[in-house]
């Protein structure tokens, strides 16, 4: 005989945790008793030596699958107190809240099978959940994860609720959001006024849809625009009303199969889509299918998402659009009477239903990269689920991340909890909902922040807040932010040295310019700037960012002067004299045209001098349209020059002008000398080399700097757990070691 006790931390909350000890240890005839307390989880048990040593085994590889065990620990040969039997016994807290929130979880097979089950009571009924499913983070008010906690209060439970709640053998013991059509939540539908409630309110929904309309359908963290992806007319009413003209739309399919009939899944795309935490999977595209052509203007790639709530699944037979409904870049809605006020401009129907949603939550994006998914945005299914850190932070250190795709975390001894997406900082929507955020998330793990990170950028609203606050602040260089988040993503040690590649649009460089493609040598406590793109001018600054045109035209007066008013290429006809005029004395003078080395830029200059855009629609759609036009079949590099750190891309424009190949091969040799330009470097700094910045979320590029990597055998470091753009900068801000 022998005792064991365990403290499990992690996600062992709201996961259906006790209930698997309890049969787990019934299983193996052990007695003593599990507790849910501030900590996580408590197991106290004794039993046959062998049957403890399973048991200890098994909790790892049988536990329920929305659980995550970080720390488990456990003290053997403790005194024998001769349990009688195996109990569950109510939650302790103590008020200190170290439990972790668990993310919001797409409808489990279970679930399923009952809501397609007509002999269920809850046959259809579109709030289906269980412990092993449903809504969590999206619905919840404060810790510990209880349904008082939970916007769920207000539902009182009906009898059969309340029994499958308080009984242990149940898939529903304390399943905090568990319903039923008696005492859970309704649908309602509402045109000019209220049309129908209930089973009516989807069926009129389904038929609505079915006639082409656009309806706005509130979900897990927020509300979905919603129309036929079949129906091309519908498709492009919702462009005209989002005012969004081609950046792509996700589309639901019912299942794998339907998506196999319009996209060419790999089986790691599909791993991904089926994934609990169901984000959007930027997937290939099949030629000419029936889906309307304006989901994805001009792109061979579309965001393909699966059913992950039994709404969803109620609603779907053929595909749908499930775009986020929000007027263009301003925060996701999520509360009912905001729908319907503003909704009316939108869409033509508004299917609410009266569970109140506390955390707004978008939905997440993957896409896979050599074989590995790599997050684009991390928000629903992810938030806020704890990351784990290299190092244990010696203070309580709150990250504001970035400015365009904000998410901010909490960092706590060695763990991060990150925030979910809240987007572009630049409008003051955007920016109540970064301090809703932050109070939301702080006052749940009630948290006072010793020591506050935020970018170097002064004009970032993340670092006005920062100075406005009385906590202690420190500003961190935007690439160094994203250096150290690679750095940590991957689990690089303190002390440890390695390149990195930081590559993305732009960042505020501690000389006061724009930064943007850097190789820096970096740890921990500090960066060396090696390595950069030769700068050059953004001809009217912020404006050059939306219109690559003008990066390229600053790129030709920095080669040829004057002279390049009268270049025949698409991006220098495209402007009128006059304007010519005004942009070179712009530029001679650097008049409201600051000086910048980003690849994200060089990106957009290439694509303009390749006529293959020369405005943008949308961010990264200059890489996105290369990744389209790019052909593995073809080698060939364009010469450049490297001289004092600095990155003579003068060559390299000169010969993708110079060369009269088709676009296809000039594309394909651009991003190759791209990625060689990074192997070189590489080979002459003789360390492992991290990549990081949104520039990395060009799949080609990425698998090209990796396959001639390989080749030179250059270890690579890619982003695991958080993006690569700016929605990761939160990672390597807590992971600063500076002593300022
Ligand atoms: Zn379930
Ligand atoms: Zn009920
Ligand atoms: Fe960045």
Request: some cysteine.
């Amino acid at each position: 005989m022998k005792r064991l006790t365990m403290q499990l931390t992690g996600t062992v909350q709201g996961v259906g945790f006790r209930p698997f000890i309890y049969t787990l240890a019934n299983r193996l005839g052990l007695t003593g008793y599990v507790i849910n307390n501030s900590l996580g989880v408590k197991i106290d048990v004794e039993g046959d030596d062998d049957k403890i040593k399973d048991f200890e085994k098994l909790i790892y590889s049988q536990c329920p699958p929305m659980a995550d065990i970080i720390t488990a620990g456990a003290i053997h040969d403790l005194p024998l107190l001769n349990y009688i039997d195996f109990k569950i016994i109510e939650s302790s807290y103590d008020g200190s809240r170290e439990v972790s929130i668990t993310p919001d979880i797409s409808t489990c097979s279970d679930c399923y099978r009952e809501l397609n089950n007509v002999n269920d009571r809850r046959y259809h009924y579109p709030f289906i959940n269980c412990t092993n499913c449903g809504p969590r983070f999206s619905i919840l008010k404060d810790l510990p994860y209880d349904r008082d906690n939970t916007t769920m209060r207000v539902f009182t439970m009906c009898k059969a609720c309340q029994q499958e709640y308080d009984d242990p053998q149940s898939r529903r013991f304390h399943a905090q959001p568990n319903a039923c059509p008696v005492c859970g939540p309704v649908l309602s539908l509402y045109g000019t006024g209220l049309i129908s409630q209930g089973e009516m309110a989807l069926k009129n929904a389904i038929e609505y849809l079915k006639k082409g309309a656009i309806i706005s359908i509130k979900g897990i963290g927020g509300f979905h625009l919603c129309c036929d992806a079949l129906n091309d007319a519908a498709v492009k009413l919702l462009r005209v009303r989002k005012n969004r003209p081609l950046k792509p739309f996700a589309v639901m399919f019912k299942d794998i199969e339907s998506i196999k009939k319009y996209a060419i899944p790999t089986s790691a795309d599909i791993a991904c889509i089926e994934s609990r935490q169901r984000p959007v999977v930027i997937i290939k595209k099949k030629n000419d299918t029936e889906l309307s052509p304006s989901l994805a203007p001009n792109l061979r790639q579309i965001g393909v998402i699966l059913p992950y709530t039994p709404l969803h699944y109620l609603l779907i037979d053929t595909p749908l659009v499930m775009t986020s409904a929000n007027i263009s870049d301003l925060p996701i809605i999520s509360d009912n009477d905001e729908a319907l006020f503003k909704f009316f401009s939108l869409s033509d129907y508004i299917l609410l239903h009266n569970r109140d949603i506390k955390n707004h939550c978008d939905d997440s994006v993957i896409k896979v990269i050599n074989k590995y998914p790599l997050l684009i945005r991390r928000s629903r299914g992810y938030a806020a689920i704890p990351l784990r850190l290299p190092i244990k932070l010696n203070k309580k250190i709150l990250a504001l991340g970035g400015h365009q795709k904000s998410i901010i975390a909490l960092g706590i001894g060695d763990i991060a909890v990150a925030s979910q997406y809240i987007g572009d900082l630049s409008d003051t929507q955007t920016q109540d909902r970064f301090r809703e955020v932050i109070n939301n998330l702080t006052s749940m793990y009630g948290f006072i922040p010793d020591l506050i990170i935020h970018d170097k950028h002064p004009g970032y609203y993340s670092t006005k807040w920062a100075l406005s606050n009385d906590c202690p602040s420190i500003g961190i260089q935007h690439h160094h932010a994203h250096a150290m988040s690679v750095m940590a993503d991957n689990g690089v040690n303190v002390g440890d040295e390695i390149l990195t590649v930081t590559w993305d649009g732009s960042g505020y460089g501690d000389d006061g310019n724009i930064w943007g493609g850097e190789f820096l040598l970096s740890s921990y406590h500090g960066y060396k700037r090696l390595y950069h793109f030769d700068s050059f001018r953004l001809i009217g600054g912020e404006k050059a960012v939306k219109e690559p045109k003008r990066v390229a035209l600053s790129l030709l007066f920095h080669m040829y002067g004057r002279s390049a008013m009268d270049m025949n290429l698409g991006c220098v006809e495209i402007f009128t004299d006059t304007e010519k005029e005004i942009l070179y004395t712009a530029w001679e003078r650097g008049i409201n045209s600051p000086q910048c080395s980003s690849a994200g830029r060089i990106i957009d200059g290439a694509a303009s001098i390749l006529n293959i855009l020369q405005e943008l629609s949308y961010e990264g759609q200059s890489g996105m349209m290369m990744e389209e036009m790019y052909d593995k079949s073809i080698i060939g590099f364009y010469p450049y020059e490297i001289r004092d750190g600095k990155i003579l891309w003068q060559g390299l424009i000169k010969a993708l002008i110079e060369d009269r190949s088709e676009i296809t091969v000039r594309v394909t040799r651009f991003i190759n000398t791209l990625a060689q330009i990074v192997i070189i470097i590489a080979g002459e700094v003789g360390k492992p080399i991290g990549l990081s910045g949104g520039v990395f979320q060009n799949k080609i590029l990425t698998e090209k700097i990796i396959e001639l990597g390989d080749k030179k055998g250059i270890p690579i470091l890619t982003h695991k757990f958080v993006p690569p753009n700016d929605g990761g900068l939160f990672l390597g801000q807590l992971m600063c070691q500076r002593k300022d």
